[in-house]
């Protein structure tokens, strides 16, 4: 018998996340280890009157891919992948890998070119999930693997994921619409400035974060369990951005951890960037393509269900109290105009307990300490 859990999930994805309906393709794709997950989602997709179907996935196939093409092949991209992502009406993804690390000691140069050649696929899931016409939804099927890089047991990992889904609630998916109205009232304040103002203080040998972001122009969008699940950010897509910014956590990108990530940007791109470890991966991925070094998203995380760090960007990027940005590809509905292969969210803590700090808008701030100032917003206490 499998976890009721997963079952209250793929009610969520299906009826809330993406809406499926009668007459849609709905591409399940994932590990064989998220079958449960995976049956379940199958089952309330036909409930719907849907035609689902499912994209198997190996880790192992792609290390081998990874090891063993030739140029030639890192660079080819299958034009049933393209096929695909037109064709389908929702794309439900699982992340469920059983060995986070296996890409850790592959060549980052030929990450890069297998990453680059995914740019056209990139440019066009964006353009089609940013017309409506894609409804898409990514989650994660807890395994032994995550919960290893989390440092719990596994039923540990499973309560913490299921909890930052809201899914211990009576009606997760009215829990959502609930941030979602707080979400709004945030959306909608700062649809209405022009500039954002992020600071930390030094710390730890680092000189402390001091970004300013230009987001006239842009569009904040209220991410409330629609395409990440979990969910709890608001986001726009960056118009311009300078100063420095050193991020709290480990960024982990292709299953490559790095650490102390130090990037300083003039005139909308990265000009420098190092790293206490894994710098060659990091520069390796900014040189990928001509927008890998521009930011694509500025967000701030607002689930506060969500308390540590897991070293799994799906839940980091959403802890409350943080925000995070995106060197590579932006959303289209956002603003964003940057084309790459890449996207790489990288988080920033303002909590008391990494030493605090603020974002203000126009010159007002609005966000202190981790908390938004304004009541009815985001809050721990809501």
Request: contains cysteine; negative net charge; aromatic residues 10%.
């Amino acid at each position: 018998m499998r976890d009721q859990r997963l079952d209250r999930l793929a009610e969520v994805i299906v009826g809330y996340s993406t809406k499926v309906k009668a007459g849609d393709l709905v591409g399940i794709r994932s590990d064989p280890i998220a079958m449960p997950l995976i049956e379940a989602v199958f089952e309330k997709c036909l409930e719907a009157g849907a035609h689902p179907f499912w994209e198997a996935t190996a880790d192992s196939l792609e290390n081998t891919f990874l090891e063993r093409a030739s140029d030639e092949q890192l660079a080819f991209l299958s034009p049933l992948q393209m096929q695909s992502i037109e064709a389908l009406d929702v794309r439900i993804v699982f992340w469920a890998e059983t060995n986070t690390k296996s890409m850790s000691r592959l060549d980052p140069s030929r990450q890069s070119k297998r990453s680059a050649a995914r740019r056209p696929y990139m440019k066009r899931f964006m353009e089609r999930a940013a017309a409506g016409e894609l409804r898409w939804c990514g989650t994660l099927f807890p395994t032994q693997a995550s919960a290893q890089d989390a440092e719990m047991s596994l039923r540990q990992y499973e309560d913490f994921v299921f909890k930052a889904g809201l899914l211990h609630h009576d009606d997760p998916a009215a829990s959502w619409k609930r941030l979602a109205e707080r979400q709004q009232r945030a959306v909608d304040w700062l649809n209405q400035r022009k500039e954002l103002r992020f600071r930390a203080p030094a710390g730890d040998g680092h000189d402390g974060t001091d970004l300013t972001v230009s987001v006239d122009g842009a569009t904040w969008i209220n991410c409330c369990g629609g395409e990440n699940f979990p969910d709890g950010e608001v986001f726009a897509g960056p118009q311009g951005v300078d100063g420095h910014v050193n991020y709290t956590f480990p960024a982990v990108h292709n299953g490559r951890e790095v650490e102390g990530i130090r990037l300083a940007f003039r005139n909308g791109r990265v000009v420098d960037a190092s790293a206490r470890r894994n710098e060659e991966f990091l520069i390796a991925m900014l040189d990928q393509d001509e927008g890998a070094r521009n930011l694509g998203e500025i967000a701030i995380g607002t689930n506060y269900s969500i308390t540590q760090y897991t070293r799994n960007t799906l839940f980091d990027e959403k802890i409350g109290g943080t925000f995070h940005a995106a060197v590579g590809a932006g959303y289209p509905e956002s603003g964003s105009t940057n084309e790459s292969g890449l996207h790489w969210d990288m988080v920033c803590d303002l909590r008391p307990d990494a030493g605090g700090g603020s974002i203000s808008a126009d010159g007002e701030e609005f966000f202190r300490d981790g908390r938004f100032l304004f009541d009815g917003w985001p809050s721990p206490d809501a």
